[in-house]
């Protein structure tokens, strides 16, 4: 993925193309400019508390920080993965095991 991208959907298109059981308090509006780190909707599926995982709609960050990083600003951009290499890296390699979400963009 690039640098920027689009989010053109209103929260209630997103609910219903994605099939979201629950969505977030204070998600973001549809933008044409969105740069890593603002805050996007993003798509999860888990148990959060429940029996029976639900998927969401929820405010999150485009970026990601390791797990082993002590801060949210990192020293190289970690918004962007080779999907080849991505399960290789130290910093992508759990996340790619068990912490997958859906950044619904338009292209």
């Known amino acids: 993925m690039c640098g920027r991208y689009v989010i053109a959907r209103a929260v209630g298109d997103l609910v219903s193309m ?13 933008a044409w400019n969105i ?3 603002n805050r996007v909707p ?6 959060k508390g429940e029996d029976e995982p639900v998927r ?4 999150g960050r485009w970026s990601l920080t390791p797990s082993y990083s002590k801060e949210l600003k990192t020293k190289f951009a970690t918004f962007n993965a080779r999907s080849e ?6 910093t992508f390699r759990g996340s790619v095991k068990s912490k997958r979400a859906i950044l619904p963009a338009y292209l």
């Open 85 to 90: 290499t991505a399960a290789e890296k130290a």
């Open 42 to 47: 993003v798509v999860l599926e888990s148990a």
């Open 56 to 59: 969401r709609l929820e405010a």
């Open 18 to 30: 994605f099939d979201v059981m629950a969505a977030g308090d204070n998600l973001p509006e549809p």
């Open 35 to 37: 740069k890593p780190t």
